[in-house]
């Protein structure tokens, strides 16, 4: 009976085999014999979930008990599908991994699918919500969104569309199948097991590259950046490691622009996240605290890079617990290091090692041998030149590059979005002057949010309340409002409105009215000549009706004078001001100036009236002369240049350099490339030209020898370096010795 059944399920199998051309997978022999466990056949796989942009194709598959259920020794099965077989119920593949033509990301296309519904009683523009928190309660295959100037999301769908991608790193893709988030391999497909090697290659087996490694542990001496390594073009599989929580951080500078920093430049602190950069994306990680600026950093890309980067440390406290940094470089890029090949980093000339401190010993690794040695830099560091650096964007053509599509100009009612265009040499965006030679192309725009906005209530302004104290009320016109796509614009009956109507009337002022002071007008002088007083009357009235009561309902501390002193003279002599019935011109042409009248004291100081004149101010009423200037205003003035002072001249003697700041401004703010450029005044002029220079003072020496005697070195004896206060005062005999006249 036993031999029958065995045959039975053999027989089985293999015409399974041959008809689905799959081969089961089933228990061990001594299982099967026990109960007889077996997977039914595979399904066809089914189509691909995305046409372009990495899809997935899925198969299935059902488990079923084979058992012996014949009581009449024939052998026959029953089938019973409640126990699971070891192994998968379902398969992925992928498919159509072609990129697609159309750039808009496949998850933000999943989220707009839901812009056309009324939510919280209005449309909104949905995008992806791809932010994970550290305890992995977001689910990446969710369709998590969040609206477009909103600090709030939504999972709109339990799940995204098969072939969503659920990784923002592209070192580690993976994408979305049946809500699942699967890892992918570097030849992009499902499961794959290949990997880059530490050289880059998919797959590879690391032989095609040298590994570099070594530690930064000097001591800092202030707040500031400070050189880490030189990450060569071409480089792969960085890794850049803080030892220990510190207050600094890890920056990214271009080696052939100091100017320009991709990560923590000019004292900003950037997020940790995924940043491109020079062909790569780098990995940065930051582990923060709750002390500020306290972290322990890390980078990793997986490359290769277009060019020569520079890691720095950001510090923000005197300590450094030290960093440890790896990277590997083609082993072709032995042919272009110094004879003995010993130095495999190279600085580029626009680094200025005088003002850096010194670099850290260098772990260079051979591949062959895979042992680490100490190398000393050489003296004389090699520069990457741009003829061998394809990484140098001054090789490359500027062009105008189109950039991604921007928000909508409307929520709702139909708006617009624009492509705009940006200048672009290779990897670099640069000023769009640099692309003037090319006709800039049209931007790009498309219609969006093209659905009525849902009826809202439109607010008129508030009245002037009815009082200014002691409770008063304002009104306002409401009334419900839609905005359509075909326009114009429609009143609709307020049923329509979702929302509760705004109020139309509300209080207003309601604050105690409190009592002020109001002033009679200035009685005359006490005296009809010289000095004399003169008052008025000032008494407190209720804010609101303005009827007079006690002083103590006002502030005495505001209360106005009553009285004050007076000159009289009209009457003692017959002098008086003479003025000017015409003012002068304005004292500009644009802006803000004033203009000027005379006025003089004239009269006599005798009973003559003969004997009239222009005598001294003393002896008319100053109380009462009449202005002199008043203020002016011209049209606005068009940009122009601001000079500011001159500063103090770089040498005492034989000649030195002035400099001053030359700033563009228009209507007070500065107004930069509006000015005209060929009047533009100079920046800089010579100083103490014809000054002699006393003899060295005997106490001019070296305080640090090593470093003063880079100076007399090419190329560093060329590059002017005593120029510099700093260095004059280290290395005061070098830089006498290297010109007399300092």
């Not at 020794?73 to 991994?97: F, H, M, T």
């Not at 951080?249 to 602190?269: E, S």
């Not at 290091?337 to 670099?359: E, F, G, H, Q």
């Amino acid at each position: 009976m036993r031999q029958r059944f065995g045959f039975s399920c053999l027989l089985l199998t293999v015409t399974l085999l041959m008809l689905q051309g799959q081969a089961a997978v089933i228990r061990s022999s001594e299982q099967q014999a026990e109960i007889g466990l077996y997977w039914g056949p595979w399904s066809a796989w089914t189509n691909c979930s995305r046409p372009c942009g990495g899809g997935v194709e899925k198969r299935t598959r059902t488990s079923t008990c084979l058992v012996d259920d014949s009581s009449d020794g024939e052998g026959s099965l029953a089938q019973k599908n409640d126990v699971l077989c070891p192994g998968n119920s379902r398969e992925y593949r992928s498919c159509n991994i072609q990129p697609c033509k159309d750039s808009t990301d496949f998850r933000e296309l999943q989220c707009s699918l839901f812009n056309s519904e009324v939510y919280l009683g209005k449309h909104l523009d949905w995008l992806p919500y791809t932010h994970h928190d550290n305890n992995n309660t977001i689910n990446p295959c969710a369709l998590n969104c969040y609206p477009d100037g909103e600090d709030f999301y939504r999972t709109l769908s339990e799940s995204v569309i098969d072939g969503t991608p659920c990784s923002d790193n592209p070192l580690n893709p993976a994408v979305c199948a049946d809500g699942n988030c699967l890892e992918m391999g570097c030849d992009g497909q499902i499961n794959s097991s290949l990997r880059y090697d530490e050289c880059g290659v998919c797959g590879g087996n690391g032989s095609s590259c040298f590994s570099h490694e070594g530690k930064y542990n000097y001591t800092v001496n202030a707040k500031g950046y400070y050189p880490i390594a030189v990450i060569e073009e071409g480089a792969t599989n960085i890794h850049v490691q803080q030892t220990k929580l510190a207050k600094s951080y890890l920056a990214i500078q271009d080696a052939n622009n100091t100017n320009h920093y991709y990560l923590n430049g000019n004292w900003t602190v950037d997020p940790p996240g995924l940043y491109h950069i020079a062909g790569t994306v780098f990995n940065y990680k930051r582990e923060s605290t709750a002390t500020r600026h306290l972290g322990k950093g890390s980078l990793y890309a997986q490359g290769p890079t277009t060019r020569p980067l520079v890691i720095y440390m950001l510090a923000w406290a005197l300590k450094n617990h030290g960093f440890n940094y790896s990277y590997s470089t083609p082993i072709e890029y032995k042919k272009r290091c110094n004879p003995d090949c010993t130095w495999k980093t190279w600085r580029t000339d626009v680094i200025d090692a005088m003002s850096l401190p010194p670099s850290p010993k260098l772990l260079t690794v051979n591949p062959q041998k895979k042992k680490k040695e100490n190398v000393v830099p050489p003296t004389e560091t090699p520069v990457v030149s741009p003829s061998n650096n394809p990484g140098d964007n001054s090789i490359y053509t500027p062009q105008w590059k189109e950039g991604p599509f921007g928000s909508c100009s409307k929520s709702c009612g139909g708006g617009i979005k624009t492509a705009e265009h940006h200048c672009q040499q290779g990897l670099q965006i640069v000023a769009d002057s640099e692309c003037s030679s090319v006709v800039k192309p049209v931007n790009r725009k498309k219609k969006c949010r093209a659905y009525d906005c849902p009826p809202s209530w439109e607010l008129g302004p508030w009245s002037s309340c009815t009082k200014t104290c002691g409770g008063g009320t304002r009104t306002r016109k409401v009334k419900c409002w839609q905005t359509t796509v075909t326009g114009p614009d429609e009143k609709q009956p307020s049923k329509f409105c979702s929302t509760v109507q705004p109020a139309t009337r509300e209080s207003c002022n309601l604050g105690i009215c409190w009592g002020v002071w109001e002033k009679a007008k200035w009685e005359p002088c006490t005296k009809g000549c010289g000095h004399g007083d003169q008052k008025r009357r000032v008494y407190c009235v209720d804010s609101a009706t303005r009827k007079e009561q006690n002083d103590t309902k006002c502030d005495v501390n505001t209360k106005p004078k009553e009285q004050k002193d007076c000159y009289n003279r009209q009457h003692c002599n017959k002098t008086g001001w003479y003025t000017d019935p015409l003012w002068g011109p304005c004292s500009v042409t644009c802006g803000q100036g004033f203009e000027t009248r005379a006025v003089v004291c004239y009269g006599s100081q005798s009973s003559n009236i003969d004997d009239r004149k222009i005598l001294e101010d003393g002896l008319c009423d100053p109380t009462t002369k009449p202005e002199t200037t008043k203020s002016c205003t011209k049209p606005i003035c068009p940009p122009q240049w601001v000079i500011g002072n001159w500063t103090n001249c770089t040498k005492t003697c034989t000649g030195g350099t002035q400099l001053r700041t030359v700033e563009c401004m228009y209507n007070g703010k500065p107004a930069v490339d509006q000015c005209d450029y060929e009047v533009r005044p100079f920046e800089i002029r010579e100083c103490n030209k014809h000054l002699p220079c006393t003899k060295r003072p005997s106490e001019c020496v070296d305080r640090k020898q090593q470093y003063c005697a880079l100076f007399k070195i090419p190329p560093h004896n060329k590059r002017g370096l005593c120029k510099y206060i700093r260095n004059r005062r280290i290395c005061c005999k070098t830089c006498h010795d290297m010109d007399e006249d300092y």
